[in-house]
C-alpha cells in the first residue's frame, strides 16, 4: 500500500509541470486517469526517441518521455467538446470516485466546457480542484501564455543568473515548472486532502509557476525588500561574486566549488595546494583568479582523486551518462528499471527501461514502480464501460 492509496486524480494537465506532479502522487499509490483529447499529440508524446520495438503497436509507437512520465497511470481518451464526454468526466467525478482534478488550461477554458470547480462542486462537494497556470487566475498576466523562461525573467531571477559580459543563462532545467509548479501543486494537493479529512470540504486551488519562483529571489530577494540593495550578476556570495562557481579543468571539463564556510574553504585551498601563507582571503577579488588558475592545472579526474578524502564541497560537473553510473545515485535507486505493462506491449519491446525515479523516500510506504506509461488513451473503453456507457456513445466520446 502507498502513501496516497485511496487518492483518486482525473489529470487533464499536459506538457511536463502537471503531468509530473501526478506522476510523483502515482507513484505513491494514488490512481491517476490522465485525460486526453483525442489523437493529442504534444511535447511529452513525441519528444524522441520513440522505445525501441514499439513501433508497430497500434498508436504508431511510445517515447521513453511518455513512458516515463506516463508511468503508473491510466489513460482515457475523452473528447470535452462533446456532451457525452462532458458527461464522461461528470460520472468520473461523482460515480466513479474521482474527486480530486488537476488541470493545466488556460483561467475560463474548463468554464466554457461545463467543467469549472463551481460546476462539478456543486455535484460532489469533497471535490478537489487544482488549477495550474503560468501567471495564475487573477492579475493582468493571468491569460497570457508563457513557459519556464518566461517565469523565471519576470519573477527577478533571470537578472541576478549569469555573466556580467553574456547575461542570463540557460540550464536546460525546468526550474518553474517543476520545483514551482509541480512541486507546488502537490503540497496544495495534500494540504486539501488533510483540510478535507478534518472538515469534509474541497476546496478550489490556484496554482501559478510565476508565483512559485517569486521566493526563489532568496536572501538576497528577502535583503532587497528589506531595504537591501539590487542583486547584480557575479556580485554575491551565489551567483558567482566568491568562489562559489564553476571551474575549467585541463581537459575542458569543469568542477564545481561551493567552499563558503571557512573549514570547507581551507579544505578546498589544501585540494589546490595553496599553503597558509599563499592563501588569499575569501572576499579577496583576487581569489577566484588563484582558484580558476590551480583548476586548470589537472584534468577533472585528477581533481575528482584528489577532492574524494576532502570534505570542500568541492565536484564535477558529471554529463548524464555519468551520473547514471555514479554510485550514490544508484544506491539512491534514482533511475530505477521499470517495467512495461504487458497487456499494453506484448512482446513488442524489452520487458523493462529505465527512467527517472522518484525522489521521496519514506521508510513505511517507498515510492513504487509498477508499470510505464500506457500508449495514451489505452483505457478509454475500460474506464467508460465502468461508467455504464453505451458502445455507441463511447465510439462518440474517444472521437
Not at 501567471?135 to 523562461?149: E, F, K, M, N
Not at 599553503?275 to 583576487?286: I, V, W
Request: net charge negative; hydrophobic share 35%; with cysteine.
Amino acid at each position: 500500500m502507498g502513501a496516497l492509496t485511496g487518492l483518486k486524480i482525473l489529470d487533464f494537465s499536459t506538457l511536463l509541470p502537471g503531468p509530473y506532479a501526478t506522476l510523483v502522487m502515482a507513484d505513491m499509490g494514488a490512481e491517476v486517469l490522465s485525460i486526453a483529447a483525442p489523437g493529442r499529440k504534444d511535447i511529452l508524446t513525441e519528444w524522441p526517441p520513440i522505445i525501441e520495438g514499439t513501433q508497430k503497436l497500434p498508436s504508431g509507437g511510445v517515447t521513453a518521455v511518455a513512458a516515463w512520465i506516463g508511468r503508473n497511470k491510466k489513460t482515457a481518451f475523452i473528447n470535452l467538446k462533446k456532451p457525452e464526454g462532458v458527461e464522461a468526466i461528470r460520472r468520473l467525478v461523482t460515480e466513479g470516485g474521482y474527486d480530486i482534478i488537476l488541470e493545466q488550461f488556460r483561467p475560463g477554458v474548463m468554464e466554457k466546457l461545463g467543467l469549472g470547480y463551481e460546476a462539478l462542486c456543486a455535484l460532489n462537494p469533497r471535490l478537489i480542484y487544482c488549477s495550474l497556470t503560468g501567471y495564475g487566475q487573477t492579475g493582468p498576466l493571468a491569460a497570457r501564455a508563457g513557459h519556464d523562461i518566461n517565469y523565471l525573467s519576470r519573477s527577478g531571477n533571470m537578472a541576478q543568473a549569469g555573466r556580467k559580459e553574456t547575461g542570463p543563462i540557460l540550464t536546460n532545467v525546468q526550474i518553474a515548472d517543476v520545483a514551482a509548479g509541480s512541486m507546488n501543486s502537490i503540497i496544495s494537493i495534500l494540504a486539501a486532502v488533510h483540510y478535507r479529512d478534518m472538515t469534509g470540504r474541497g476546496q478550489y486551488i490556484d496554482v501559478s509557476m510565476m508565483d512559485g519562483v517569486v521566493p526563489f529571489n532568496g536572501m538576497d530577494g528577502a535583503a532587497y525588500l528589506g531595504g537591501g540593495s539590487l542583486t547584480e550578476r557575479e556580485a554575491h556570495l551565489l551567483n558567482g561574486g566568491t568562489v562559489y562557481d564553476f571551474y575549467e579543468t585541463a581537459d575542458g571539463r569543469y568542477m564545481s566549488v561551493g567552499s563558503l564556510e571557512p573549514k570547507f574553504f581551507k579544505a578546498l585551498c589544501k585540494g589546490l595546494g595553496i599553503t597558509e601563507e599563499q592563501k588569499p582571503a575569501l572576499d579577496d577579488p583576487n581569489t577566484k583568479k588563484k582558484v580558476r588558475d590551480a583548476f586548470a592545472q589537472k584534468t577533472q579526474q585528477e581533481w575528482c582523486e584528489i577532492f574524494a578524502s576532502l570534505d570542500a564541497c568541492v565536484e564535477p560537473v558529471m554529463t548524464l551518462e555519468e551520473a547514471k553510473a555514479d554510485e550514490q545515485i544508484q544506491v539512491r535507486q534514482m533511475m530505477p528499471q521499470v517495467p512495461f505493462p504487458e497487456d499494453a506491449y506484448g512482446q513488442t519491446a524489452a520487458q523493462s527501461i529505465q527512467q527517472l525515479g522518484c525522489p521521496l523516500k519514506l521508510s513505511e510506504c517507498p515510492p513504487e514502480y509498477r508499470h510505464t506509461g500506457y500508449p495514451t488513451g489505452y483505457h478509454t473503453e475500460e474506464v467508460l464501460r465502468e461508467l455504464g456507457f453505451s458502445e455507441q456513445d463511447i465510439e462518440k466520446i474517444k472521437t
